[in-house]
């Protein structure tokens, strides 16, 4: 069973919304509440870029390119972290990953989750 596993994407026309959802079943509640669980997107020949992330549980950033349109949120009894997507564009369309960065210096990746975007 994998450590992180996205799921939630799919293909909208622009303005649309989506949510994502990463699991991670294997993780037991006292390190997923102190991970740092990051959603990161790549877009075709472009590099991964970190859109929004959750650190230990508290503090969360956003790209500047989702602030008002994206929230992060956490569900620690599930040991999922959502990604709401709200008013999409083009530009958002790539794969989707889900990182979990442990304390210990571990780092999972979920196997990516596609999210196309019409105009």
């Known amino acids: 069973q994998a450590h992180v596993v996205e799921s939630g994407g799919g293909s909208v026309q622009a303005g649309g919304s989506l949510r994502l959802s990463c699991k991670a079943p294997?993780?037991?509640?006292?390190?997923?509440?102190?991970?740092?669980i990051g959603w990161y997107r790549q877009a075709p020949g472009k590099e991964r870029e970190l859109v929004a992330s959750?650190?230990?549980?508290?503090?969360?950033k956003y790209a500047d390119s989702v602030k008002g349109r994206f929230i992060i949120s956490s569900e620690n009894t599930k040991r999922t972290v959502y990604l709401q997507m709200n008013n999409l564009k083009p530009e958002d369309t790539g794969v989707y990953y889900c990182?979990?960065?442990?304390?210990?210096?571990?780092?999972?990746w979920g196997q990516g989750t596609q999210v196309t975007v019409s105009s």
């Open positions: 294997r993780t037991i509640l006292s390190v997923f509440t102190s991970n740092t």
């Open positions: 959750i650190i230990g549980g508290g503090s969360i």
């Open positions: 990182n979990h960065q442990t304390l210990n210096g571990n780092d999972y």
